[in-house]
């Protein structure tokens, strides 16, 4: 089992930049994939990012990122903190939505894999 807490959404101008953390208790992050996921009013739950520990022996960790997000989104951990990251740069209105972290035993963009969800942040992305 593991607990997820989701922080950092806010209210920010189009342009602008939010970091949001997920802090894990229960088990060590390092022990499954990272996922964000977002929801906006009136739409589906979708796939943001997502990051698999590959280990100290084998290199950087493996990320994926949706298309949309590719280049301003940047998904990260640390271990120490038992935390994971999603820096939002350049932030849009369509960005707008209730931002999810999740974990899974398995690397996915599918929401369905995941088995352990935060609470929920809001990011508002104003014009």
């Known amino acids: 089992q593991v607990q997820l807490v989701e922080s950092g959404g806010g209210l920010v101008q189009a342009g602008g930049s939010l970091r949001l953390s997920c802090t894990a208790s229960?088990?060590?992050?390092?022990?499954?994939?990272v996922g964000w996921f977002r929801q906006a009013p009136g739409r589906e739950c979708e796939f943001v990012a997502t990051?698999?520990?590959?280990?100290?022996?084998?290199?950087?960790?493996?990320?994926y990122y949706t298309d949309s997000v590719r280049g301003r989104f940047h998904i990260s951990r640390d271990s120490a903190s038992n935390t994971a990251y999603l820096q939002m740069n350049g932030l849009h209105p369509e960005d707008t939505a209730v931002y999810y972290c999740?974990?899974?035993?398995?690397?996915?963009?599918?929401?369905?894999?995941?088995?352990?969800w935060g609470q929920g942040t809001q990011v508002t992305v104003s014009s």
């Open positions: 229960g088990r060590p992050f390092n022990d499954y994939a």
């Open positions: 999740a974990a899974s035993r398995y690397m996915s963009i599918n929401a369905a894999a995941y088995a352990y």
């Open positions: 990051l698999y520990y590959k280990g100290d022996f084998i290199g950087s960790d493996s990320t």
